[in-house]
């Protein structure tokens, strides 16, 4: 049973730094490939970040590409998304999510996680 619990939202000023966290409550977290996503008011979700079970293998949106960072640590059960930089284009609610994990896939679409958390807030300021 994967369940996902993200925190670290907030407000921040333009500029500013926020790191989120999602924590999974499960026994075979190790096993799961991780995406961020996020959704801003008005528009569809949309694909952040995503990082391979293992942790060698990233992948990111243009649009966060060198300010944003994904990474894990299997041994908490937990995956991180440092965000600098950040814009107020980057307001959304941001989402984990997990699926099992294939060698050399790096995932990017909503269709292909099987779990979600419930999503935390990031605001920011101009």
């Known amino acids: 049973q994967v369940q996902l619990v993200e925190s670290g939202g907030g407000l921040v000023q333009a500029g500013g730094s926020l790191r989120l966290s999602c924590a999974d409550s499960?026994?075979?977290?190790?096993?799961?490939?991780m995406g961020w996503f996020r959704q801003a008011p008005g528009k569809e979700r949309e694909f952040v970040a995503h990082?391979?079970?293992?942790?060698?293998?990233?992948n990111y949106a243009d649009s966060v590409k060198g300010r944003f960072t994904i990474s894990r640590v299997n041994a908490k059960n937990t995956v991180y998304l440092q965000m600098n930089s950040l814009k107020p284009e980057d307001t959304a609610v941001y989402y984990c999510?997990?699926?099992?994990?294939?060698?050399?896939?790096?995932?990017?679409?909503?269709?292909?996680?099987?779990?979600w958390g419930q999503g935390t807030q990031v605001t920011v300021s101009s």
């Open positions: 990082i391979s079970s293992g942790g060698s293998s990233t």
């Open positions: 999510a997990a699926r099992g994990d294939t060698w050399g896939v790096s995932f990017v679409l909503i269709d292909e996680y099987n779990y």
């Open positions: 499960g026994r075979t977290f190790s096993n799961y490939a």
